[in-house]
């Protein structure tokens, strides 16, 4: 299994600019059309830090939830990939699946414990059209800290990064002591 280290991080800040950058390679990745689905993992991840030892740890643990999912599907991986960015990791893994069935499966993990909050799990059809939460009826994700929109907290920076990392170790000490 792929797996990225910890110890590898590179603990400094991004700049606005180079976010975006990453953001439209990303999408550009993405929105190719394929002739599978493609699921693609990334972070919830406040601040200006996106790559350091606890993401890289976050990232690991979605990253092996979504291979024991694949596993229990029996779902064919045609390729994956993972990329340790200073922008934060993405993981990529093309499936031989229903892209339906992959996002509500998707969900369901999300659902499953505290941990998944903090992971970011697209789900792209062979057309690179990405599913929403709302294409499967669903209500937006909420804040980490308030029973708010995520979007809408983020978007007006309702909350401080400290305030959003400590409550990112908490979920993640959690998840390592009861997993």
């Known amino acids: 299994m792929l797996a990225v280290d910890p110890q590898l991080a590179v603990n400094r800040p991004v700049s606005l ?16 059309r394929h ?13 200006s ?7 890289r740890r976050i990232f690991n643990l979605g990253w092996q939830a979504l291979c ?34 992959v996002k509500d499966c998707a969900i369901q993990l999300e659902m499953r414990q505290p941990i998944s909050r903090l992971w970011d799990i697209d789900v792209l059809t062979r057309e690179g059209r ?3 939460r709302r294409n499967m009826g669903l209500p937006e994700r909420r804040c980490l800290l308030c029973r708010q929109p995520a979007k809408v907290c983020a978007r007006q920076r309702r909350h401080a990064s400290p305030q959003l990392l400590n409550e990112m170790e908490r979920i993640i000490n959690n998840a390592i002591s009861t997993g």
Do not use: F
């Open 17 to 32: 600019p180079a976010l975006l950058i990453s953001r439209e390679c990303r999408q550009a990745r993405q929105q190719a």
């Open 49 to 55: 830090v996106k790559d350091n030892a606890l993401t």
């Open 35 to 47: 002739q599978y689905t493609l699921l693609v993992l990334t972070l919830v991840v406040p601040g």
């Open 68 to 101: 024991q999912l694949l596993s229990e599907q029996g779902w064919p991986c045609l390729q994956a990939a993972i990329l340790a960015l200073p922008t934060g990791c993405e993981g990529y893994l093309a499936l031989q699946a229903d892209a339906w069935r």
């Open 130 to 132: 990405i599913l929403s």
